[in-house]
């Protein structure tokens, strides 16, 4: 019986061994010898690994100055470098993506909630500058003469409806800034129930006019009195502030954010709504990076963590930039030099 079963199957199993015989052949000429095998991990093969390692270049000046630092810092340590253009929002599609691999200058007020939806893509956060910044209203010292309150915003708001000069019967105003720099605090003004009406500068040129109305002293007579402004009025700033912003005057404060505030109506002045508070008193300003860095570039990853910069260096930076035929690669090479300690630490190797 199991010879005549075998007979049977002959024929099958004849080209069985033969299909078997074939795939042992091509196995044979193309899996590696058995000493060429390894364990070792995966090398990561992200858009740039082992080759550039690409910086994003922001159109601000100190933004582009201290990307231009970090590049020289990397190719003294023999990384090559390129610059990839973006604006502040695509920038993270092309960090999540690997099609970049840093940004030096992450500004939370505007780019807090961008950079919090791609690290859930792929962007890692690298680590934060002893640069600290604050933005929100602003009241001039004349403003605060007059309503010696109006620092805290129920004070703002109280003289706001009492001024009896004001061209919109008991309204005062406050000057946003343009529409690209996202900063809109309607749903503020409401939810607090201030008595402002907002108007937005229409570019940077029209806010820096009125930042130079604005900023003006103290009133000190009644003869001064005659040329304050018709209405009570705030405006929106920032510090530090290298743009010719008012310095005659202070910000004004709002409710904290606490977590509270976000959660539960009964917090805070509003008892109807949550999300009755103002902005943080300060940001910060951080790095991102593409996921991969660490696996693609380990050599430079203690660089990038260790480079912090700092308000000095921020209005430094800034202030050379502003000289006529300025360049941020040439101004970044003279930061180096003026702060060659620092920059050794970074590296961790003398500069060459």
């Known amino acids: 019986m199991l010879k005549e079963r075998l007979r049977a199957a002959g024929p099958w199993l004849l080209c069985a061994l033969w299909v078997g015989g074939a795939i042992a052949a091509a196995v044979h000429h193309t899996l590696p010898e058995r000493s060429g095998w390894s364990n070792d991990p995966a090398v990561v093969a992200g858009p740039g690994a082992g080759g550039d390692f690409v910086l994003v270049l922001n159109n601000w000046s100190s933004q582009a100055v201290f990307t231009h630092v970090v590049g020289q810092l990397l190719e003294r340590r023999g990384q090559p470098v390129e610059f990839i253009e973006s604006d502040a929002v695509l920038q993270f599609d092309l960090l999540a993506d690997g099609d970049a691999h840093f940004q030096v200058e992450v500004w939370h007020n505007r780019m807090a909630s961008d950079l919090e939806r791609a690290m859930d893509r792929g962007v890692i956060d690298a ?5 600290r910044f604050r933005d929100g209203w602003w009241v001039s010292d004349a403003t605060l003469a007059r309503c010696p309150d109006a620092g805290d915003w129920a004070g703002l708001s109280a003289c706001m409806r009492g001024d009896t000069a004001s061209g919109a019967a008991g309204l005062g105003e406050f ?5 690209a720099f996202g900063r809109d605090y309607r749903t503020l003004i409401s939810v607090l129930g201030m008595p402002v009406v907002q108007t937005a500068a229409a570019d940077m040129a029209s806010l820096k ?3 130079a109305a604005f900023d ?5 007579s009644e003869t001064d009195a005659a040329t304050e ?6 405006v929106y700033n920032w510090s530090p502030n290298t743009e010719g912003g008012p310095i005659n005057g202070r910000f004004v404060a709002f409710p904290p954010p606490e977590m509270a505030c976000f959660r539960d109506p009964d917090w805070g002045p509003n008892p109807n709504v949550t999300g009755d508070c103002g902005d943080p008193p300060f940001y910060a300003v951080s790095k991102a990076a593409w996921s991969g860095v660490l696996d693609a570039f380990p050599d430079i990853w203690p660089v990038l963590q260790a480079v912090r910069f700092d308000t000095t260096d921020y209005r430094q930076v800034v202030a050379w930039m502003a000289a006529p035929g300025a360049v941020p690669a040439e101004v970044a090479t003279r930061w180096l030099e003026v702060n060659a300690d620092r920059a050794e630490r970074w590296l961790g190797q003398p500069l060459s």
Do not use: S
């Open 216 to 220: 003006t002293p103290a009133v000190e």
């Open 209 to 211: 006019a009125t930042w």
């Open 127 to 131: 680590g934060a500058h002893q640069l």
């Open 229 to 234: 402004p018709d209405a009570v009025r705030a």
């Open 175 to 179: 000057v946003a800034p343009p529409e």
